[in-house]
């Protein structure tokens, strides 16, 4: 995998690769914006100069917040539409190779299939309001009450409602979001399983990213807590089998592990020991 780490925009974007410089990242996962500054166009042109000058293989997008797509308040989803589209336009601005998203939640009064029907039609919508050229990411999430995206085949189920009118989507797997959604990846037969699972649901080109964090979450709890790889409760053997991978030699992993002082650099270097 092509090692990396979400870096926070909160001093500026410049600073974000002034992490991945210090850390010899090759991947980097960004917000597309600091809270209510967004970048104008002359600082995204200096991101991407700098971004090109560092040399850096692959940036990912992350969605700022979980908008309500697939809510079926028709006022909230436009919010939402316009909201996506916004961000969309930046992660082209930034130079992103995908935009990674997550699904949301339908509405206590709909079923997850018109979540799913309302999800495709805001996230077309977005794309053709801000002309949004990268690829497109759907992550899955922890599972549990109305989130959409928990198991591989929901993801599937978004990828083939959005249809061939979104043409360049992928997936990014979160490792801590499947164990708790019900996916046993401490193990390295359990991470084979998972890998093989995916590669018949999805299709094997399609997961493009992985998120790999562990967590403090208990298996199946469909509870979010990432944690220090080594400390939780993923162990080392799945996150093996991941790493080596001829299929995902090329494709981003991106620890988004917490942040303390050297916490970084502790656990790229686990994990990249792991994967020699």
């Not at 930034?94 to 509405?107: I, R």
């Not at 979540?115 to 497109?136: P, Q, T, Y």
């Not at 094997?204 to 509870?223: P, Q």
Request: hydrophobic share 45%; with cysteine.
């Amino acid at each position: 995998m092509i090692l990396g780490v979400h870096a926070s925009v909160f001093r500026g974007l410049e600073r974000a690769l002034d992490e991945a410089r210090a850390l010899d990242c090759q991947a980097l996962q960004i917000l597309p914006y600091r809270r209510h500054h967004p970048p104008s166009a002359e600082e995204l042109a200096a991101f991407r100069a700098a971004r090109g000058a560092l040399g850096l293989r692959v940036l990912l997008v992350h969605s700022r917040y979980a908008p309500s797509l697939g809510s079926s308040d028709a006022e909230r989803r436009d919010n939402s539409v316009a909201h996506l589209a916004r961000e969309l336009a930046l992660s082209d601005g930034l130079g992103g190779d995908a935009y990674v998203l997550h699904a949301g939640a339908h509405s206590p009064d709909a079923t997850a299939a018109e979540g799913i029907g309302h999800f495709a039609d805001s996230v077309r919508s977005a794309i053709l309001k801000s002309g949004f050229r990268g690829a497109l990411l759907l992550e899955n999430v922890p599972g549990g009450g109305r989130r959409i995206g928990g198991t591989l085949e929901e993801l599937a189920l978004l990828r083939d409602a959005l249809g061939p009118q979104v043409p360049r989507v992928g997936f990014c797997l979160d490792t801590a979001h499947a164990y708790a959604a019900g996916y046993e990846l401490s193990t390295a037969e359990g991470a084979l399983q998972f890998v093989a699972r995916a590669h018949r649901l999805l299709g094997a080109d399609s997961v493009r990213a992985f998120h790999l964090n562990d967590t403090r979450a208990l298996f199946g709890s469909n509870r979010e807590h990432h944690w220090h790889w080594g400390k939780g409760r993923l162990h080392l053997e799945g996150l093996r089998v991941l790493l080596h991978r001829p299929e995902f030699k090329h494709v981003p992993g991106i620890l988004e592990t917490p942040k303390e002082p050297g916490a970084d650099a502790a656990n790229l270097a686990l994990v990249r020991g792991l994967a020699v």
